[in-house]
């Protein structure tokens, strides 16, 4: 087996890293601070030809293999998890999800400028009493002439506010139960579409989340995603591609964490030396160092069977649960290191494990990764 990245990768990882530097690290606590929306670092992107990447140049993106993609997620995320959480719900979810089910005219029209980054996309899933619970969802789509009538709300929408296009899914016929749901591509000023209540996040403050309201919303019927029914499979496929995302967000958090741990720990001095002497200090940056590359491992892993198309739910779903709850463990042990200073705000790592936390519940809770994996292993 060869663990070894190509040149193409090593390089997508300088660029990314040298792009973050220049355009996101001045910016990331002030844009967490005042939960403010990056528009400049994402018309960057846009330029660079990021938010297309795993896309095929026909349409619009950049033809890169889903592993390389998911390298440039990871370095985002070391510098900003909201950033890199924007980008990758764009890209694995709403962009994927076109490119995966769409039809070439919907490819030709929505994923094209999205690959390009002239329009950004959200998901519209959850919904407030339907969560993990798929069953308990209430939005209806009726087919009405050549028109679908959508009906319902949809709540914790990443990128709600500043979407152009929205991936939303309701029942068409909800007696035939799994089969009974569908998804619809809406675009940003549908009449009977409008952003409900923003939400003010404890972390990723930067990555815009709110209600979207449906009401008597008429989408022409060309905007039907894949098939009539064919709803629920694409938002299962969707969100195993998204974890893989959320898997790489939680390494490049990790990897801040350790970076920030190591350089404080040889500075700070108490007892006559730095604390990175002192045996406690080695210990948590021994782990975290240790759990980082095994989490690392996972995620790549999962993405290489995506490349090669082999089945990789389970994998996808076991990198996202060990990756989110290493970080979350991880950030908190940096936290530690930093002592009162890491509890207090203009200190990376207080940002970086509020962050961490979001990656044991967004896109799938830790609970609801070990029921897609214990699912897997039991069959």
């Known amino acids: 087996m060869d663990f070894k990245l190509t040149e193409e990768q090593e390089l997508v990882r300088q660029n990314m890293r040298e792009f973050t530097e220049k355009y996101v690290d001045p910016i ?143 029942w068409t016929d909800k007696s035939k139960g799994r089969k009974g749901m569908s998804a619809f591509i809406v675009p940003k000023g549908t009449p009977g579409l409008r952003v409900g209540e923003h939400f003010k996040k404890m972390g990723l403050r930067s990555s815009q989340t709110s209600e979207m309201i449906f009401k008597d919303c008429r989408v022409p019927k060309e905007n039907l995603l894949g098939e009539e029914g064919q709803g629920l499979q694409i938002a299962m496929d969707s969100f195993d591609h998204g974890r893989i995302g959320i898997a790489a967000q939680a390494v490049g958090i990790t990897q801040a964490a350790l970076d920030e741990s190591i350089s404080y720990s040889k500075q700070r001095v108490q007892f006559g030396k730095p604390i990175a002497r002192q045996q406690a200090i080695q210990w948590m940056i021994a782990d975290m160092g240790t759990d980082l590359s095994a989490a690392r491992f996972l995620t790549y892993h999962a993405a290489w069977l995506k490349d090669q198309g082999k089945p990789f739910s389970k994998e996808a779903s076991m990198a996202k649960l060990f990756a989110a709850e290493m970080a979350a463990k991880h950030t908190s042990k940096a936290v530690q290191i930093h002592g009162g200073y890491g509890f207090c705000k203009g200190f990376k790592v207080e940002r970086l494990m509020r962050d961490a936390k979001f990656t044991e519940i967004g896109e799938g809770t830790s609970e609801a990764q070990r029921m897609v994996i214990a699912g897997n292993l039991l069959r």
Not at 76 to 99: D, E, K, N, Q
Not at 123 to 133: K, L, Q, Y
Not at 147 to 156: A, P, R, S
Request: hydrophobic share 40%; aromatic share 12%; glycine share 12%.
């Open 28 to 170: 990331a606590a002030e844009i967490d601070e005042n939960s403010r929306y990056p528009a400049e670092v994402i018309e960057k992107l846009a330029e660079g030809g990021w938010l297309g990447m795993p896309f095929p140049q026909e349409y619009g993106g950049a033809g890169t293999d889903y592993l390389t993609y998911i390298i440039a997620v990871e370095e985002m995320s070391r510098s900003c998890a909201s950033t890199g959480f924007t980008m990758s719900l764009h890209i694995g979810l709403v962009s994927g999800a076109i490119y995966n089910f769409g039809n070439e005219d919907q490819k030709k029209k929505f994923l094209v400028p999205m690959a390009k980054g002239q329009y950004m996309g959200a998901f519209a899933f959850t919904e407030p009493g339907a969560g993990t619970d798929v069953s308990a969802a209430t939005s209806t789509a009726v087919l009405d002439g050549d028109e679908y009538v959508i009906n319902g709300t949809k709540t914790f929408t990443s990128n709600g506010p500043v979407a152009d296009i929205y991936v939303a899914f309701a």
